[in-house]
């Protein structure tokens, strides 16, 4: 038999390659290509080719109901989840190591076990006693689900074979899963792309939902390949700030639901706590009366979230100024500035800039223009912003400010918390609908971002006379 020509895989995308470089022609990612054995071309556990059968095609109306879904028991789960678990589907959790993945889901695990459900939990990272170890730490030692510690697919698949009633398997985590067939080490793209392909397959003919984690490189992707996002129905991506005790569950990609939720929780010493009005635990500590300090309205998927925006400027001693952002884009930043610049007359080229969102949230929607604006000014002027006063809207370049989104339930989580004012853009009717007029929150509609300044520069102009 003739030697198999070796194939490089880039870990990043994918990618197949007859030749090895330094750099993945499909991805511009470097070093990421590695050699892997031709006899991994296909899924390990494969049965042999069969002869081919005709399809039956059917109607798009059907007999059948949509399948019903399991809710996991935990609120911030299910909701990213898009209401529970479907039968047969597969989730990846990512996520960097230590953030708490296994630490969720075998709380998920012992919810799903205490309300009857059948549950499997295979630990491929860690032993049987560390395992209970953190059951034990959670309170869960009594949840009646399956565990077994094992990393070999070909058991694992055997095993599974029989759990036909089972509600949900976890895999953790699918880097560390091995099929003996393929002639690569555990966490290699074959690797992981046949053990996850003969699990989604197992878990469509059981009927189970499937739950695999997987680790996150530091740059963001799920370590191996990124082909598994598109093997599986839902990537939920779970992140947080080691330095703060808050978690973030994110829905990146859900067949069966929206992707734009999140579910908030706290890492406390028993495990992880629902955070179930996440406003509060982001404002927990602020602090009034500071200046560069403003409180945006944002909106995570459709649920409001209050957050502090943090700005510093510092003098800068010559050169090019500084400009470090946190939590926020920085190219969105680099427009603010310029629009305050040249549109508002707000001299802050000499200055360095520092822009924190405070608790470690990321902001990605285009609303926190008018509240990062307001933070600006605020330390521009050394004029503290309303601390009673919440801020959203979208800065156009000229200086105008845009309606965004959901006007009406960013002001009712702000009146829910107690503040008593709103800064947004002008707002427009819409047929004969009236405007959303929240009791004890006044609003302040503004037009242009020059008038958000002078307003400022009156209040510098009335404290100081
Ligand atoms: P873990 O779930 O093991 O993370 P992952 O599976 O994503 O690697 O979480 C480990 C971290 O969580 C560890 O730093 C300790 C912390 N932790 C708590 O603070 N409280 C707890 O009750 C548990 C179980 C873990
Ligand atoms: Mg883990």
Known sequence: MAKPSPRFVCAACGAVTP???????????????????????????????????????????????????TPVGIAELDRVLGGGLVPSSAVLLGGDPGIGKSTLLLQAAASLAAAGHRVLYVSGEESIEQVRLRARRLGVVQARLELAAAINLRDIIASLEEARDATMVVIDSIQTMWIDAIDSAPGTVSQVRASAFELIRLAKSNRFAVVLVGHVTKEGAIAGPRVLEHMVDAVLYFEGDRGHQFRILRGVKNRFGATDEIGVFEMTETGLAEVPNPSALFLAERRGNVSGSAVFAGLEGTRPVLVEIQCLLAPNPGGAPRRSVVGWDSGRLAMLLAVLETRCGLRLNASDVYL??????????????????????????????DPGMVFFGEVGLSGEVRQVAQAESRLKEAQKLGFSAACLPRRVARGNRPLFAPEGLS???????????????GKAGSSSA
């Open 356 to 385: 924190n969102i405070a608790g470690g949230l990321r902001i990605t929607e285009p609303a926190a223009d008018l509240a990062v604006a307001a933070a600006l000014i605020s330390a521009a002027t050394d004029q503290p912003t």
């Open 19 to 69: 030749k090895w470089a330094g750099r993945c022609e499909t991805c511009g990612e470097w070093n990421t290509i590695t050699e892997e054995p031709t006899a991994a071309a296909g899924p390990g556990l494969q049965k042999p080719k069969t002869t081919a059968r005709k399809l039956a095609f059917v109607d798009l109306a059907g007999t059948a109901e949509p399948p019903a879904r």
């Open 443 to 457: 609003l302040q509609e503004i037009g242009h971002l020059g008038d958000l300044v002078g307003r400022f520069a």
